[in-house]
């Protein structure tokens, strides 16, 4: 029941950052009578909401316009990256941070690995806890600029 509760998103401080191949923005989520609405939804509808161009598409989600509304144009809901939300005290309103990417390409070259792993685009790479170990007291036994070089050669090693 508490999915069906409309859900306005509005964007603030958009700004175009031509280096990133992005576009920036605070992403402010009004859902009263609801705890919190999750990334993977907002990611959705704002995608949804930009390709569209039709504000008023999703019965469940009442998009407000914004002046910026052309300027972001999403053609794969993976270049849209959200982030940073924090509740508002009482709830019934969040505010984070948003991305979109201009294509995938971009997001994997500028966003961090972390976030990229979130969002499906990249495989985590699982290491055992022994060669953690092993290149940690490698590492060790280097002093000053030659402990990242051991590190490397150790990384290499267990490759």
């Given at each position: 029941?508490?999915?069906?509760?409309?859900?306005?998103?509005?964007?603030?401080?958009?700004?175009?950052?031509?280096?990133?191949?992005?576009?920036?923005?605070?992403?402010?989520?009004?859902?009263?009578?609801?705890?919190?609405?999750?990334?993977?939804?907002?990611q959705e509808k704002i995608s949804k909401m930009q390709r569209d161009g039709d504000w008023m598409a999703d019965v469940a989600v009442n998009c407000c316009p914004s002046p910026h509304a052309q300027m972001y144009k999403v053609k794969d809901a993976n270049t849209v990256f959200?982030?940073?939300?924090?509740?508002?005290?009482?709830?019934?309103?969040?505010?984070?941070?948003?991305?979109?990417?201009?294509?995938?390409?971009?997001?994997?070259?500028?966003?961090?690995?972390?976030?990229?792993?979130?969002?499906?685009?990249?495989?985590?790479?699982?290491?055992?806890?022994?060669?953690?170990?092993?290149?940690?007291?490698?590492?060790?036994?280097?002093?000053?600029?030659?402990?990242?070089?051991?590190?490397?050669?150790?990384?290499?090693?267990?490759?």
């Amino acid at each position: 029941m508490a999915d069906k509760v409309p859900v306005t998103v509005r964007t603030r401080k958009f700004l175009r950052n031509s280096l990133l191949a992005r576009r920036q923005m605070v992403v402010e989520v009004i859902h009263p009578g609801r705890p919190n609405v999750p990334k993977a939804e907002l990611q959705e509808k704002i995608s949804k909401m930009q390709r569209d161009g039709d504000w008023m598409a999703d019965v469940a989600v009442n998009c407000c316009p914004s002046p910026h509304a052309q300027m972001y144009k999403v053609k794969d809901a993976n270049t849209v990256f959200l982030y940073g939300f924090r509740t508002q005290f009482g709830g019934g309103k969040s505010s984070g941070f948003g991305l979109v990417y201009d294509t995938v390409n971009d997001a994997k070259r500028f966003e961090p690995k972390y976030r990229l792993i979130r969002q499906g685009l990249v495989e985590k790479v699982e290491t055992s806890r022994k060669q953690i170990k092993e290149a940690k007291n490698r590492g060790k036994k280097v002093r000053g600029v030659g402990r990242r070089i051991a590190r490397h050669k150790a990384a290499k090693a267990n490759k």
